[in-house]
């Protein structure tokens, strides 16, 4: 609706001159304020443009520190395997079903690799959320295990499966849960780090299901986490191993599992042991879609 023209009164006694002079003077105000009230905007635009392009590299940040983690992973298998190849080439005691095996991680490894380029290449591109499919949880586990062994031997490090037999499958992302179950078995190993007694090392993996969810439990017997830092330690960036750590692992766990409905939860005793629960849903979600099988 368009607003009256204002008019200016008919002013003619003194008091009106006044009033006139204040009336123009407000004129003048409104006038000023408006341009003040343009030049403002248009500042405003530019720092919401300036904003969102620093939010958008701090994505671009964000997304290439969880990617060269999730790659360091693999990575780090792949050379553990090839020493030992070049250790028993040396020592000219390699077997066929160790070159084999090695073959076979390093396959797997680089396979891992590609997944997760693919994955955050995928990411972002896509807004909607990726199918969901049944998956085989005890494979998993027992692959990521699998993958990790030679550093864990290298170690003097034992770790035992306890998995219920015929554990139910659940709906997800292989490549993700694969990211959680090796950042959490690696975390576990890394507990042992500033262990300087003779202790057994040890790792503890075990599967059940307990009111109607999907339950892995994770445990070591390193070094433990204090009450302060369980507090921080799914804080992206925060590590508790100093120079070593990107303090990512943790953090990708946590929005991983999150992403599979899931809730992740941390006991320990410093100096004695530490354990991760996962549990996941059994049933389907809503809100995502879903795909009959898949690896």
């Known amino acids: 609706m368009r607003r009256p023209e204002i008019k200016n009164p008919d002013f003619k006694t003194e008091e009106s001159l006044l009033l006139k002079q204040d009336f123009n003077e407000l004129i ?34 964000a997304n290439g520190a969880t990617v060269a983690h999730e790659l ?6 792949i050379c553990v395997e090839a020493d ?3 250790d028993f ?98 975390n576990a190993m890394d507990a042992f780090l ?18 109607n969810l999907l339950r892995i439990t994770i445990r070591d017997t390193g070094s433990g986490i204090s009450q302060g830092l369980r507090k921080q330690i799914f804080t992206p ?8 750590g990107t303090g990512l692992g943790l953090a990708i766990v946590a929005g991983y599992v999150k992403e599979h409905d899931g809730q992740i939860h941390l006991n320990s005793e410093v100096n004695a042991w530490t354990e991760f629960i996962l549990q996941f849903p059994l049933e389907r979600r809503n809100g995502h879609t879903h795909e009959n099988s898949g690896s």
């Not at 360091?72 to 298998?77: E, F, G, K, S, V």
């Not at 807004?127 to 295990?145: M, Y």
């Not at 500033?194 to 009111?211: A, H, L, N, S």
């Not at 960036?237 to 070593?244: A, D, G, L, V």
């Open 89 to 186: 080439l040396q020592e000219k005691t390699i077997s066929p079903d160790v070159l084999e095996l090695s073959a076979q991680n390093i396959k797997n490894s680089s396979q891992r690799m590609r997944s997760i380029i693919n994955h955050f290449q995928t990411h972002c591109n896509e807004t909607a959320d990726k199918p969901l499919r049944r998956q085989n949880l005890t494979e998993i586990i027992k692959k990521s295990v699998a993958l990790i062994k030679p550093q864990l031997e290298h170690k003097n490090i034992i770790i035992s499966l306890n998995l219920q037999k015929d554990l139910p499958e659940i709906w997800g992302e292989r490549s993700k849960l694969e990211s959680i179950l090796q950042n959490l078995l690696l």
């Open 72 to 77: 360091n992973n693999p990575l780090t298998i």
């Open 237 to 244: 960036f925060f590590s508790t191993k100093k120079h070593r």
């Open 194 to 211: 500033t262990i300087t007694d003779k202790r057994q090392k040890q790792i503890f993996v075990t599967g059940k299901v307990q009111d």
């Open 28 to 61: 003048t105000e409104n006038r000023n304020l408006k341009k003040l009230l343009l030049k403002k905007k248009t500042e405003l635009e530019i720092l919401q443009n300036q904003f969102s392009r620093l939010e958008n590299l701090a994505a671009i940040g």
């Open 84 to 86: 030992e190849i070049l």
